[in-house]
């Protein structure tokens, strides 16, 4: 298994500018997740998926939208891209929280430099 | 708003020592704590998952412990090694209904460095 991929690995954006950040896995995971860590910090949640079709906000949505067409893949969308959304940026899934399993298995990571 | 501090911020220890890295949270309404490595530049890593039912979760040298009313979690890691210099993060599971536990709350982290 692969586990989680990414593409692109970096990119950099000229502000204004926008761009999608691939996320797909191969184990299953009902559960999708994006995430932005800025230097030094923790990460922060910015939206997660339960299943296909089904998508909700976390903690630091603004800026970003998301889709869930298939179980598989989970694309973040930065529209209007602006300095703010430097970053770097992971995916992660897991199975169900009733499973009791909830354990969550990241990607590589995007790191997006906005100029 | 749930919080999470993790103390120290950074930490160097000569090889073999036995350590322990602290992690603290605001709401004791959690459902899981997780702690995580993350390498330079990598993605993170799984170590341990504790359900808040639990009050502690054992991996190889790594020992995790949760106290849910004081807040607080301890990872613990006996005879430490070079091969585990890495940033360790505490995540709290928040969330309710059927998503309880998957969202989580991450902690800046403890830059570890264990030297030979």
């Given amino acids: ?115 | 708003k749930q919080e999470v501090t993790q103390i120290p911020a950074a930490l160097s220890v000569p090889e073999g020592e036995n350590l322990v890295l602290n992690c603290s949270f605001t709401d004791s309404a959690i459902y899981n704590l997780q702690w995580f490595r993350q390498d330079p530049g990598k993605g993170l890593t799984s170590l341990l998952l504790i359900q808040s039912s639990q009050r502690e979760q054992t991996s190889g040298r790594l020992n995790a412990s949760l106290d849910k009313s004081s807040g607080r979690s301890t990872l613990y890691i006996a005879a430490s090694q070079p091969g585990d210099s890495a940033t360790y993060l505490c995540a709290v599971g928040i969330g309710q209904g059927e998503t309880s536990g998957s969202r989580l709350t991450f902690g800046e982290g403890t830059q570890l460095t264990v030297n030979p």
């Avoid at chain 1, 995430?35 to 923790?42: A, E, K, L, N």
């Avoid at chain 1, 899934?93 to 009733?98: I, M, N, T, V």
């Fill in chain 1, 1 to 115: 298994n692969a586990g989680v991929t990414q593409t692109p690995k970096f990119r950099i954006l000229k502000i204004g500018q926008s761009m999608t950040l691939q996320c797909a896995q191969d184990m299953n995971h009902n559960y999708m997740y994006w995430y932005r860590q800025d230097p030094g910090m923790g990460l922060k949640l910015i939206y997660y998926s339960v299943g296909a079709g089904i998508t909700d906000k976390g903690e630091v949505p603004n800026g970003y939208n998301v889709s869930r067409s298939t179980t598989e893949d989970f694309p973040l969308r930065l529209e209007l891209a602006a300095p703010s959304q430097t970053s770097v940026y992971f995916c992660a899934s897991s199975y169900a929280p009733r499973t009791g399993a909830p354990r969550q298995y990241f990607g590589p990571g995007t790191r997006l430099t906005v100029t």
